[in-house]
């Protein structure tokens, strides 16, 4: 899921640290989320002609910059399911998945290590 920074959504990831992992996606990730595992509801992919039909821009990585700078939403984007169904990082986690990030592990706020992770997990 791809939220923004304001501070109850900070307060609510602190809260579930223990469970999940998060941090700063970088707009080239977020082009990448969205060609890979942008889904529309019935199931169809995330295309460019999409885009440029619904939206009016001419690609998906204009689209990720619009998206990262807060000029569209991802609620903006007509029939785009809000969550990204990834696979398990290719190569495995390379910590454990019951200790924080800074201690070795998974878990936690990450930073843009948060990128690698993604990019293994499309």
């Known amino acids: 899921v791809i939220i923004d920074d304001r501070p109850e959504y900070l307060g609510m990831l602190r809260k579930a640290a223990d469970y999940i992992t998060w941090g700063e996606i970088t707009p080239e990730t977020l082009a990448l989320l969205l060609k ?4 529309l509801k019935g ?6 002609e999409y885009i440029k039909e619904k939206l009016g821009l001419n690609s998906i990585e ?3 910059q619009a998206i990262f700078e807060g000029k569209i939403g991802l609620k903006d984007i007509p029939d785009l399911k809000p969550v990204f169904r990834l696979h398990p990082p290719s190569g495995g986690f390379k910590g454990s998945t019951k200790k924080h990030f800074k201690a070795g592990g998974e878990l936690g706020y990450r930073g843009l290590a948060i990128n690698e992770l993604i990019k293994k997990m499309c």
């Open 36 to 39: 890979r595992r942008g889904e």
């Open 43 to 48: 199931g169809k992919k995330l295309t460019e």
């Open 62 to 64: 204009e689209l990720a």
